[in-house]
């Protein structure tokens, strides 16, 4: 975790200054809810995947200082992640403007798949604090899984909302490699392991 | 808890499935439209969409077509592609899905 005080401060600023600029342009009516739909939800994707990608690469290299760092920052990189995705939310609503508007296409795959990421999202950004780990113990990692799904669902909302198959698959594949590359590499440890034939 | 992410397994794997329907992607719509001279201005396709009932959000172009983003009189998102020249409404796309295509347009 970041210690408190003036580095997490200025890591906070970093995290909030892209989000801040969007509002400060949707504020100023410079631009319309609808364009800052796809800068806020592509944070939100790229935060996730930044906090998914740590944990396997410990695993593949070992705790370096550059990863001991960055497994530091995960938590806040997951909770940055939750707060696009509910400025995403808030984008959304002012664009739609009326709820009526919003329930009735809530049923379209390309909508609900948005939805259930933010609620997975939620899930594991509720429960992104020291008390919440203590109380649920083992469940908590079980948990904070739930961001996987988060990420998948929202790469899927992506994907079905302007069928460009680029995006989504920049932001899908460094996860790809990372598991290929740890389960190769825990594969070769236990092989070593065991005295088996690599 | 094991269920619930099972459930969610489904939920992505579903979704999944879906993404495999065919589509058109909508930033590969094209016209058929000649050079932007002949072109008509962009304020007549405003028109063209606002007679059709639609809250225009944006016009712009896109490739050779005039492209709406609009809000239909029930509040629904719209995106529809419209021939530069003759202003003819050529498709139209509902948070990625087509919902109309005029009979007989293939771009």
């Not at chain 1, 990863?67 to 400025?87: E, I, P, Q, T």
């Not at chain 1, 909302?157 to 598991?179: D, M, R």
């Amino acid at each position: 975790m970041l210690r408190r005080g003036l580095p997490k401060a200025v890591f906070w600023l970093v995290l909030a200054l892209p989000g801040g600029l969007m509002l400060a342009d949707f504020a100023g009516g410079g631009v319309l809810a609808m364009d800052l739909l796809h800068p806020s939800g592509e944070m939100a994707v790229r935060l996730m995947l930044l906090a998914l990608l740590v944990g396997p690469l410990i695993d593949i290299f070992g705790p370096g200082r550059f990863l001991r760092a960055w497994l530091a920052a995960r938590r806040n990189l997951g909770v940055a992640a939750f707060c696009y995705s509910a400025l995403h939310l808030l984008f959304y609503a002012f664009d739609m403007r009326m709820l009526s508007a919003m329930l009735d296409e809530m049923v379209l795959p390309p909508i609900w798949t948005g939805w259930l990421s933010f609620l997975a999202l939620l899930a594991a950004a509720s429960i992104s604090n020291d008390r919440a780990m203590r109380r649920l113990g083992r469940r908590w990692k079980q948990l904070q899984r739930l961001v996987y799904p988060a990420f998948l669902l929202g790469i899927v909302h992506w994907l079905l909302l302007g069928w460009f198959w680029g995006p989504a698959l920049v932001h899908l594949l460094p996860l790809i490699l990372v598991w290929t590359a740890r389960f190769l590499a825990l594969r070769k440890r236990r092989a070593r392991h065991e005295g088996l034939p690599t | 808890m094991k269920t619930a992410f099972h459930h969610l397994r489904y939920a992505v794997i579903g979704a999944g499935l879906l993404a495999a329907q065919p589509a058109l992607a909508d930033g590969d719509v094209k016209c058929g439209a000649g050079p932007q001279s002949g072109w008509k201005e962009l304020g007549q396709v405003q028109k063209k969409a606002w007679q059709q009932g639609w809250e225009v959000l944006k016009v712009q172009v896109e490739g050779d077509c005039y492209e709406v983003y609009a809000r239909t009189q029930q509040g629904q998102a719209i995106e529809a592609f419209f021939h530069p020249e003759t202003l003819e409404k050529l498709v139209v796309f509902r948070r990625g899905r087509e919902i109309f295509r005029k009979d007989g347009f293939k771009g």
